[in-house]
């Protein structure tokens, strides 16, 4: 009996050791931690990402851990997953939910942590032709857009909502800008355009047949890694309240957010404002967020661009306030 009551005392106090050790590393791991960086991308129009950076919210935030920031403008939402999976991005400031499940799906340990924006009117369906006014009237027609991303998504749901598919239409993989072109040079019947596009089309003389309203959220995330949940909690602590911060900022002065948001996209304060009231910035995550992603997620299945579904609660980590 007296040995065995000393080996278990001996045990206990090796378990111990073990659990200091690993609290003392983790300790290390995080101290060790001293550059951040985040994803920066002002447009369509990212209003809080502009005010966090045209007012040095982050640095000043983590200069207080001594916590350096550097930014990395990467417009891509695949690029920024690569990013991300290469160590050199922590934070994807507003980030589209495709390329968030499809990065999860490929194996990034990814974790949206919040809402970046909610946009359906800031995503349309336009045309220069005065024959073509509603969903019906896509039917046969060239339609130029990005493939893969919300506006290929609105289109789609749109056909759909009318009995129609993509085999219905002729849909041409295509960027934004070089949609309009081919819309005003005829070479196109209708083209998917998106934020800052859509005012500049209005003043071409193309009209808007339809919006996301009513199709899709245009749900944009603001993800993390696992590691930077786990193991640097404090951080991503950090990074949200800098967010919260510049909400605070957008509410409480909102002529100075629209110059410093027109200034810094080249875009008038008038068609800023304008802009401004398409998009929810609540960085809250709704259970009808994450059933917005499953419907993104479907999309990504049905279009062939994702083989194995993923649980989408699984990435899920909400760390608003």
Same mark, same amino acid.
């Given at each position: 009996?007296?040995?065995?009551?000393?080996?278990?005392?001996?045990?206990?106090?090796?378990?111990?050791?073990?659990? +200091?050790?690993?609290?003392?590393?983790?300790?290390?791991?995080?101290?060790?931690?001293?550059?951040?960086?985040?994803?920066?991308?002002?447009?369509?129009?990212?209003?809080?990402?502009?005010?966090?950076?045209?007012?040095?919210?982050?640095?000043?935030?983590?200069?207080?851990?001594?916590?350096?920031?550097?930014?990395?403008?990467?417009?891509?939402?695949?690029?920024?997953?690569?990013?991300?999976?290469?160590?050199?991005?922590?934070?994807?400031?507003?980030?589209? +939910?495709?390329?968030?499940?499809?990065?999860?799906?490929?194996?990034?340990?990814?974790?949206?942590?919040?809402?970046?924006?909610?946009?359906?009117?800031?995503?349309?369906?336009?045309?220069?032709?005065?024959?073509?006014?509603?969903?019906?009237?896509?039917?046969?027609?060239?339609?130029?857009?990005?493939? +893969?991303?919300?506006?290929?998504?609105?289109?789609?749901?749109?056909?759909?909502?009318?009995?129609?598919?993509?085999?219905?239409?002729?849909?041409?993989?295509?960027?934004?800008?070089?949609?309009?072109?081919?819309?005003?040079?005829?070479?196109?019947?209708?083209?998917?355009?998106?934020?800052?596009?859509?005012?500049?089309?209005?003043?071409?003389?193309?009209?808007?047949?339809?919006?996301?309203?009513?199709?899709?959220?245009?749900?944009?995330?603001?993800?993390?890694?696992?590691?930077?949940?786990?193991?640097?909690?404090?951080?991503?602590?950090?990074?949200?309240?800098?967010?919260?911060?510049?909400?605070?900022?957008?509410?409480?002065?909102?002529?100075?957010?629209?110059?410093?948001?027109?200034?810094?996209?080249?875009?008038?304060?008038?068609?800023?404002?304008?802009?401004?009231?398409?998009?929810?910035?609540?960085?809250?995550?709704?259970?009808?967020?994450?059933?917005?992603?499953?419907?993104?997620?479907?999309?990504?299945?049905?279009? +062939?661009?994702?083989?194995?579904?993923?649980?989408?609660?699984?990435?899920?980590?909400?760390?608003?306030?």
């Amino acid at each position: 009996m007296k040995k065995q009551h000393v080996l278990i005392m001996a045990l206990m106090v090796l378990s111990l050791l073990t659990i +200091g050790c690993t609290s003392k590393a983790s300790v290390q791991s995080q101290a060790t931690k001293n550059e951040v960086s985040i994803s920066y991308v002002k447009l369509p129009l990212n209003v809080p990402s502009i005010i966090e950076k045209k007012e040095t919210l982050f640095e000043n935030a983590f200069g207080e851990k001594d916590v350096n920031v550097t930014f990395s403008e990467i417009t891509q939402g695949s690029k920024m997953t690569e990013a991300m999976a290469a160590g050199s991005l922590d934070f994807c400031n507003a980030l589209g +939910g495709t390329s968030a499940i499809l990065a999860a799906a490929n194996g990034l340990d990814i974790k949206v942590i919040g809402i970046y924006s909610r946009a359906p009117e800031a995503f349309t369906i336009m045309s220069n032709d005065a024959d073509i006014n509603s969903i019906t009237d896509l039917k046969g027609k060239k339609i130029v857009g990005p493939k +893969g991303t919300i506006l290929h998504q609105l289109l789609l749901s749109a056909l759909v909502s009318e009995g129609l598919s993509l085999d219905d239409v002729e849909f041409i993989n295509m960027g934004i800008g070089d949609g309009l072109v081919a819309l005003s040079s005829d070479n196109a019947d209708v083209a998917l355009v998106a934020g800052p596009a859509v005012t500049q089309a209005l003043e071409s003389g193309n009209h808007v047949i339809t919006t996301g309203k009513g199709y899709l959220d245009a749900t944009i995330v603001i993800a993390t890694t696992g590691d930077m949940v786990e193991n640097h909690r404090d951080l991503v602590e950090t990074y949200m309240g800098v967010h919260d911060n510049s909400l605070t900022f957008m509410s409480e002065h909102p002529d100075e957010m629209y110059a410093l948001v027109a200034e810094e996209t080249g875009i008038s304060v008038d068609a800023v404002k304008t802009m401004y009231p398409w998009y929810d910035f609540n960085p809250k995550i709704t259970g009808k967020d994450i059933e917005e992603l499953k419907k993104t997620q479907t999309f990504l299945i049905d279009n +062939g661009m994702l083989e194995n579904e993923i649980d989408i609660e699984s990435i899920i980590m909400d760390m608003t306030k």
